[in-house]
């Protein structure tokens, strides 16, 4: 496609409850980004992929949050048992080779625990 | 202490008015970024600079590697600009962008 695609736009998900965000990047770029933005903060890094194998996973919060990349295109975040604080706006973002080459940034997926 | 800061955090200007935006960081980079979010949307990148100074239309980025310092400037100001203008880096030894908290922009007519 023409830029980074996020599946869902918009989540609502009851506490407890497992969640799949999707994020298409821009065809050939090797590297994706997972970052979660809070309301008025800037955004945190959750995990970056360089191919199929996760380079950095320092950001992911606790065990609750994975990220998957089985073909080096699609990712998959998925968090098991939401809590409220969870609640964000997840980015995802690619880039050709590395953030030095500029990262372009799909329009987010806006998660609310409930 | 955050490795990125920007100043002001919130910023209210009349049209045409010149407007600086300042990013200073506390880490070894290997390019600084400035990013634009509207609200409600996603983000997208303005400037990615390493040295000296780049111009795109009415946006002039600085940067300064000795003092770790950049600015954001807009010339001649426009209400279409209200936005949150973001700085990042990407450090040395990894290669994820280090946010700053950004500053919310409003141009009023």
């Known amino acids: 496609g023409a830029g980074v695609s996020q599946t869902p736009s918009n989540k609502v998900t009851e506490k407890g409850k497992y969640v799949e965000l999707r994020c298409d990047p821009i065809?050939?770029?090797?590297?994706l980004y997972w970052y979660r933005q809070s309301l008025g903060q800037g955004p945190e890094f959750l995990i970056y992929f360089q191919g199929t194998g996760a380079a950095d996973d320092s950001g992911l919060p606790n065990d609750r949050f994975f990220a998957v990349r089985p073909e080096g295109s699609v990712s998959t975040l998925k968090i098991q048992r939401t809590e409220r604080g969870d609640s964000a706006v997840y980015l995802c973002?690619?880039?050709?080779?590395?953030?030095?080459?500029?990262?372009?940034f799909g329009q987010g997926t806006r998660l609310t625990v409930v | 202490k955050n490795e990125v800061e920007q100043s002001p955090q919130n910023l209210t200007a009349q049209e045409g008015e010149f407007i600086t935006i300042n990013c200073s960081y506390s880490?070894?980079?290997?390019?600084l970024h400035w990013l634009q979010q509207h609200p409600g949307g996603g983000i997208v990148s303005l400037f990615m600079l390493s040295s000296g100074k780049k111009k795109h239309g009415r946006l002039i980025a600085t940067i300064n590697i000795q003092e770790k310092h950049s600015s954001l400037h807009i010339t001649a100001s426009h209400p279409r600009d209200s936005a949150v203008y973001i700085c990042?880096?990407?450090?040395?030894?990894?290669?994820?962008?280090?946010f700053g908290t950004g500053t919310r922009l409003q141009v009023f007519p």
């Open positions: 065809s050939g770029h090797t590297a």
């Open positions: 990042a880096v990407t450090s040395y030894n990894t290669d994820k962008l280090i």
């Open positions: 880490v070894g980079i290997s390019a």
């Open positions: 973002a690619s880039s050709p080779g590395g953030a030095v080459r500029g990262a372009f």
